[in-house]
């Protein structure tokens, strides 16, 4: 799957990681939070990540 140049990522664990960049290969992803109310960007996820 050739990287979408739009979506920077470093998660190598991800099925979705582009192997040879650090970046996505999925045209779009969905952002989300585990927090009722997010304040820090620890509160954010990756909801499309899968484990590889
Ligand atoms: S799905 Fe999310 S965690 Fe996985 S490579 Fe894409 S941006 Fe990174």
Partial sequence: MPKNPS???SIKPCKHH???E???TLQ???VG???AN???IECTDC???VLS
Avoid: A, L, R, V
């Fill in 18 to 20: 582009s192997s040879g």
């Fill in 22 to 24: 650090d970046y996505c």
């Fill in 47 to 49: 909801e499309s990540f």
């Fill in 38 to 40: 997010p304040k820090k």
């Fill in 28 to 30: 779009e992803i969905q």
């Fill in 7 to 9: 979506i920077k990522c």
């Fill in 33 to 35: 939070t585990h927090e």
